[in-house]
């Protein structure tokens, strides 16, 4: 994530979401307070977006993928970054599939 951030250019357009009183700390972009802990921060995360690209992950990303896919937002896993977006840990198979939108 800190990698992501600071290859953002200034970061005028990177928000990370975090608990209350804590910080990224990744030098870029503009950190946005949700929740008191982070599984607060999870589940205010995981009704924000419409789109959610993954990387990577295990058995947390998994289940999340699960319920934002469940509500109907987008899923665009890096399988070839492996673990959770390459199928593994019950990834929804059908987040697995190109979205409609794209060629």
Same mark, same amino acid.
């Given at each position: 994530q800190e990698t992501f951030a600071q290859s953002c250019g200034d970061g005028s357009r990177v928000w990370s979401l975090v608990p209350r009183g +804590?910080? /990224?700390a990744y030098g870029r972009g503009t950190d946005i307070h949700a929740g008191r802990d $982070?599984?607060?921060r999870k589940a205010v995360f995981g009704l924000v *977006?419409?789109?959610y690209i993954t990387v990577e992950g295990g058995p947390g #990303? /998994? +289940?999340q #993928?699960?319920?934002v896919y469940a509500r109907g937002a987008v899923v665009v896993p890096l399988q070839r970054t492996g673990g959770? $977006? $390459? *199928?593994?840990?019950n990834f929804p198979p059908r987040a697995l599939q190109r979205p409609r939108f794209t060629s």
């Amino acid at each position: 994530q800190e990698t992501f951030a600071q290859s953002c250019g200034d970061g005028s357009r990177v928000w990370s979401l975090v608990p209350r009183g +804590q910080q /990224s700390a990744y030098g870029r972009g503009t950190d946005i307070h949700a929740g008191r802990d $982070s599984e607060e921060r999870k589940a205010v995360f995981g009704l924000v *977006g419409d789109v959610y690209i993954t990387v990577e992950g295990g058995p947390g #990303v /998994s +289940q999340q #993928v699960q319920e934002v896919y469940a509500r109907g937002a987008v899923v665009v896993p890096l399988q070839r970054t492996g673990g959770a $977006s $390459s *199928g593994l840990f019950n990834f929804p198979p059908r987040a697995l599939q190109r979205p409609r939108f794209t060629s």
